[in-house]
């Protein structure tokens, strides 16, 4: 089994897309009702709650929003959260190593869903 990516289900793709490409530095294809950003790690699909409705309906009834996180490793936690607070998202948690050996921080998309950027630190 290979995961794949993730499927963002939202009322604006436009916006979503452009807060996306911005914090991941990454170019999007498609249009108002699919985009598709390409990481390493995973594809990232934004989509239209209409064209979910429209493939299935009633696929998004009782569906909610803000109820994941999504994380990204990076490089170096401090230079990107520095990078970020310049684009003025959102924070949950500024910068905290923790106990496990990883360095995060965590900010807010525009549908409230967590956004988790980590590195992995040397604990010794």
Known sequence: MEFMGICLVTS???ALTEFYTKI???EAQGNDVHTELKTDGG???IFSVEGMESMAPNSMCGAGYGGFTISFKVKDVDKEYERLKA???EFVMHPT???WGAR???FRDLDGNIVNFVSIVNMN
């Open 43 to 45: 594809n990232i699909a």
């Open 104 to 106: 995060s921080f965590w």
């Open 97 to 99: 190593t923790h106990p």
């Open 87 to 89: 684009l003025g998202v």
């Open 12 to 14: 604006n793709v436009s």
């Open 24 to 26: 991941l530095c990454v």
